[in-house]
């Protein structure tokens, strides 16, 4: 029952993550990059501080927290929060959306291998068929994608290679939070202590690079507050929440399997918010990822046994064949 709620789970925090990219869009017309890509993370951290504040006063008198232990924090606030939105932004703007799409495909391979190196997770048979599966409904969902990327023009080349870079960052971030997962630390140190160093980081881009206006930000209309709001407590905070809830118990490369819904969950909310089309491929390559999921994260172990126990019966078979010739 544990593993089918952890599914569902892993569904429902790449559908939140799935709505920054329609937002975004929504958005983007009327504010910088800059402001788009740190004004909610620093409205996350202002926001979810007191409930840390709260969780600490609690916890005084079972585990204490020293400075020494806010030293594992600095580098996937770093790399993972100010360094991925940075390099998400500047690529986006550089890049077709079809080659984002594309290379986005990449995080769910960057994990499984920075996991293989951090973390000691192994790459089984049933993980390996779950990547497949999933990809191959990835290209059934992400057919215009295929279509309008353009890999060749060397114009793209710099926006590109910034891409893949944010993705390396989400890919490490990622991992990076299983260990400080199993290191103990609860989901809203892990959250708000990795967006503290982010928004330190930012906040000279937000007073050079594209001086932050708060008048600007209260005239810009209700759809752009709104959707900072959504940016910063769905997609900043509570799916993130989520996320680290579940990697208590699942491998990284487990839960980040799910990141090939994302291309899905998009179209799915381009319909609803941008008036977008769906087509009868798209379902069924849809259909597909969630089967690749739950194979990998419900049904893995029952999966691996089953192999096991047929392979044992077919070393028995041809052993006892060898004994009769």
Do not use: H
């Amino acid at each position: 029952m544990q593993k089918s709620r952890d599914w569902f789970l892993v569904i429902l925090v790449n559908f939140m993550w799935a709505t920054q990219v329609p937002v975004i869009r929504l958005i983007g017309d009327k504010l910088g990059p800059v402001t788009i890509a740190f004004v909610p993370l620093l409205i996350s951290t202002v926001f979810f501080l007191p409930f840390l504040w709260m969780e600490n006063r609690k916890r005084r008198n079972s585990v204490s927290r020293s400075w020494r232990d806010l030293r594992y924090f600095i580098v996937p606030g770093l790399i993972g929060v100010f360094l991925m939105q940075w390099l998400y932004t500047v690529g986006a703007t550089k890049t077709l959306a079809a080659n984002a799409g594309i290379i986005t495909l990449t995080i769910p391979v960057l994990v499984a291998v920075f996991a293989s190196i951090l973390l000691k997770e192994k790459m089984n048979i049933v993980r390996a068929a779950g990547f497949i599966i999933a990809i191959a409904g990835v290209l059934l969902t992400s057919l215009s994608d295929l279509k309008g990327a353009n890999f060749s023009e060397s114009k793209y080349f710099t926006g590109n290679l910034i891409f893949l870079l944010a993705c390396a960052c989400c890919a490490f971030y990622n991992t990076y939070c299983k260990l400080l997962v199993d290191k103990n630390f609860s989901e809203l140190e892990i959250l708000v202590y990795c967006s503290i160093v982010g928004s330190i980081a930012c906040i000279p881009f937000l007073i050079w690079v594209e001086p932050f206006s708060f008048p600007q930000l209260i005239n810009s209309g209700k759809t752009v507050l709104f959707s900072m709001l959504e940016l910063s407590f769905v997609v900043y905070g509570l799916s993130m929440l989520l996320f680290f809830y579940i990697l208590k118990r699942m491998d990284v490369t487990q839960a980040i399997l799910g990141n090939y819904l994302l291309p899905f969950f998009i179209a799915l909310l381009g319909i609803v918010l941008l008036n977008e089309k769906i087509t009868v491929v798209m379902l069924i390559g849809g259909a597909i990822i969630i089967a690749g999921t739950l194979m990998v994260t419900v049904y893995e172990k029952r999966l691996l046994a089953f192999l096991k126990t047929k392979t044992n019966k077919e070393k028995i078979g041809t052993d006892a064949v060898q004994k009769l010739v």
